[in-house]
């Protein structure tokens, strides 16, 4: 059974290790890198931009993330998350995703997004995929997510990238209106 992740309140699920070191997806062209607490700003920044741009793909939102702390962002981004880029876009990331551990050999992929402008660039596959890479590297053997019903173009990555769906659905924690369908991938 899939458990809501708690990856947006912080102070919880804090049993996360380090991901993997930054590397390259097969193609050579996003450039994948660990969100270390130094890089809270950047974190903070594109995890906000994600939350106006997608309200509805978000179990938390805006107006919730914005008034953190620095403290709360730290945390964050102490271990277990990822973004993208892109060369030819500069400096800013292109997207982020991450994965908290939630027991009994089991993780959720959380708080995924890609810029609109890298979307169809193989962005998005690169940062699911180092997500895998970081809940095999901790010897799990079983990776959930949510996505909401209806997002088509998430849905399919996922899909492609051998998720599958699980049968289950629940309100999407900041819009009870859509419901959010569970996926997994095992390991």
Same mark, same amino acid.
């Given at each position: 059974?899939?458990?809501?992740?708690?990856?947006?309140?912080?102070? @919880?699920?804090?049993?996360?290790?380090?991901?993997?070191?930054?590397?390259?997806?097969? &193609?050579? %062209?996003?450039?994948?890198?660990?969100?270390? &607490?130094?890089?809270?700003?950047? %974190?903070?920044?594109?995890?906000?931009?994600?939350?106006?741009?997608?309200?509805?793909?978000?179990?938390?939102?805006?107006?919730?993330?914005?008034?953190?702390?620095?403290?709360?962002?730290?945390?964050?981004?102490?271990?277990?998350?990822?973004?993208?880029?892109?060369?030819?876009?500069?400096?800013?990331?292109?997207?982020?995703?991450?994965?908290?551990?939630?027991?009994?050999?089991?993780?959720?992929?959380?708080? %995924?997004?890609?810029?609109?402008?890298?979307?169809?660039?193989?962005?998005?596959?690169?940062?699911?995929?180092?997500?895998?890479?970081?809940?095999?590297?901790?010897?799990?053997?079983?990776?959930?997510?949510?996505?909401?019903?209806?997002?088509?173009?998430?849905?399919?990555?996922?899909? @492609?990238?051998?998720?599958?769906?699980?049968? &289950?659905?629940?309100?999407?924690?900041?819009?009870?209106?859509?419901? &959010?369908?569970?996926? %997994?991938?095992?390991?």
């Amino acid at each position: 059974m899939l458990r809501k992740s708690h990856a947006d309140h912080p102070g @919880r699920g804090d049993n996360r290790s380090p991901p993997p070191a930054a590397g390259r997806n097969h &193609e050579g %062209m996003t450039e994948i890198r660990a969100v270390r &607490e130094d890089d809270w700003r950047v %974190m903070r920044d594109i995890r906000l931009e994600a939350l106006r741009e997608s309200p509805a793909a978000f179990g938390s939102s805006y107006a919730r993330e914005v008034v953190f702390t620095e403290a709360d962002w730290r945390r964050r981004a102490s271990g277990h998350g990822f973004l993208a880029y892109l060369p030819d876009l500069g400096d800013l990331p292109v997207g982020l995703a991450g994965g908290v551990e939630m027991g009994a050999g089991t993780a959720q992929l959380v708080s %995924m997004w890609v810029r609109p402008q890298a979307r169809g660039r193989k962005a998005g596959a690169a940062l699911v995929m180092a997500v895998v890479e970081w809940a095999r590297g901790r010897g799990l053997s079983q990776l959930n997510l949510w996505v909401t019903d209806g997002n088509q173009a998430a849905r399919a990555l996922y899909e @492609r990238c051998g998720f599958t769906p699980t049968g &289950e659905r629940q309100p999407l924690p900041s819009g009870p209106a859509h419901t &959010e369908i569970g996926m %997994m991938l095992s390991l």
